[in-house]
């Protein structure tokens, strides 16, 4: 959209059949729906307002005010979703990663694996 001027990007905006629900979805009048789209198509760089509204504007326009806790654990969710930083059920049993279990080698089988690798060493020719 960002080779079309204003009226195209209006005219766009309002030939799409979705453009009248989601206003109304909004309770925001059509017309200023569509300036709000506009202004936004070409001012890409332009930030939302954010608006901060009490519980009871809330619950006044038909809304329902989350539990304080299940808004943070939505957040905390979305946040591990997001940064990858979610611990699995056994890190959270054991706070710690599994770690496979030591090869079980008698002692006497491992001084002769080093045993023949120290003689293969010295039977090498060294390089000068």
Do not use: C, H
Not at 34 to 43: L, M, P, S
Not at 58 to 80: C, F, H, I, T
Not at 84 to 102: H, M
Request: charged share 25%; proline share 9%; net charge negative.
């Amino acid at each position: 959209m960002a080779n079309l001027t204003p009226d195209q990007i209006r005219a766009k905006v309002l030939a799409d059949p979705n453009t009248a629900k989601i206003a109304a979805e909004l309770r925001v009048p059509l017309e200023e729906f569509v300036q709000r789209v506009v202004f936004f198509a070409t001012n890409p760089d332009a930030e939302p307002e954010l608006f901060v509204m009490t519980d009871e504007n809330v619950k006044a326009n038909g809304g329902s005010v989350p539990d304080l806790k299940a808004v943070v654990q939505y957040l905390d969710r979305e946040y591990e979703a997001t940064n990858g930083t979610q611990v699995s059920r056994f890190e959270q049993k054991t706070n710690s990663l599994p770690v496979p279990p030591a090869p079980r080698i008698e002692a006497s089988q491992v001084k002769t694996d080093l045993q023949n690798d120290i003689a293969k060493e010295i039977k090498r020719p060294t390089k000068i």
